[in-house]
Structure formats: structure tokens, C-alpha cells
């Protein structure tokens, strides 16, 4: 009857919603969220600038700055690591998604916007980090030798 094919389609239309939701979900998080920006805070806090450059994209965000050469990058690390630079494994830290806006946290610099488009991979997360009064941005990519790539890092 009439009200039967009604409960049917309501169902089916419920089904849809639940599954576009948690497509959706899926979709926010293939960066890892949360758990990959404490993994990306526990490899910063090693302080091997030689496995910090090997999880670093080139080109590179630092500082609002584009390193376009791994060797820059490698310095990066290098004198971050010699100068005793540290994240508290307790400071707050959260995830969220990079959108078409993201670029201005970096630099509002139409150069940012134009790596951002070129070189951050959709579902790359936002990771941002409070520590010693500061906050902290970093850009982080797909998961490699379990940690996530960073594509940059602002805050300094």
C-alpha cells in the first residue's frame, strides 16, 4: 500500500543521509586528524633533522616562506634541532581541513595560495599546536614509515 512504499522510501532516504555522513567523515580525516598531528609533534621532538627532512615535502612552507630545495629544508630542521626546539607532548593540539582559505595562516601572499593549490593533496590536515605561548600551524600529508608528511610549518 501507499504507506508502505512511504516507510520504504523514508528508509532508504535515511540509509543515504547515514552514508553520505560518514563518506563525509571519511573524507575529513584521510589526513589522520588529530592522531597524526601528535605523531607530527613526536618526530619534531626527536630532533633527528635528518628524519624530519626524509618526512618533509619539497617544496616546503616555513615561515610563510616556500623552500624549493631539500637542502633548505634540511637546514630548517638542522638548526631547529641544534637550537633545542620542542613541543610539550601535552600541549593542546587539534586537526582540521585545509580549505581554499587555509593559505592566508601561512602568508596571504598569492605565491602560498599557488602552492597550496599545486602541492597540499586533498585530505591533508591543518594541524594546530599551542606551546610556550605560541601557536604553531603544520601541514600534514599522507602517512609514510608511520608518520605523516609535513608540508610545512608556521608560528615561530
Known amino acids: 500500500d501507499k504507506g508502505s512504499k512511504m516507510r520504504i522510501?523514508?528508509?532508504w532516504l535515511l540509509a543515504l543521509a547515514m552514508f553520505s555522513a560518514a563518506a563525509l567523515t571519511g573524507c575529513a580525516t584521510l589526513g589522520g586528524g588529530a592522531g597524526n598531528v601528535?605523531?607530527?609533534?613526536s618526530l619534531i621532538n626527536q630532533s633527528d633533522a635528518?628524519?624530519?627532512?626524509?618526512?618533509?615535502?619539497?617544496?616546503?612552507?616555513?615561515?610563510?616562506e616556500v623552500?624549493?630545495?631539500r637542502s633548505d629544508v634540511a637546514a630548517v630542521w638542522r638548526n631547529l634541532s641544534i637550537n633545542g626546539f620542542r613541543l610539550s607532548e601535552e600541549d593542546v593540539f587539534d586537526a582540521g581541513n585545509i580549505d581554499d582559505t587555509t593559505f592566508?595562516?601561512?602568508s596571504d601572499a598569492e605565491e602560498m595560495r599557488v602552492f597550496?593549490?599545486?602541492?597540499v593533496p586533498f585530505g591533508s590536515t591543518l594541524g594546530r599546536i599551542k606551546s610556550g605561548g605560541k601557536e604553531y600551524h603544520v601541514i600534514l600529508g599522507?602517512?609514510?614509515g608511520g608518520y605523516p608528511q609535513i608540508l610545512g610549518?608556521?608560528?615561530f
Open 9 to 11: 522510501k523514508s528508509c
Open 38 to 41: 601528535g605523531k607530527a609533534v
Open 50 to 64: 635528518e628524519l624530519l627532512t626524509q618526512n618533509s615535502a619539497v617544496p616546503f612552507i616555513f615561515e610563510g
Open 67 to 69: 623552500l624549493l630545495r
Open 104 to 106: 592566508r595562516i601561512f
Open 116 to 119: 597550496f593549490s599545486k602541492y
Open 142 to 144: 599522507n602517512v609514510s
Open 153 to 155: 610549518i608556521t608560528g
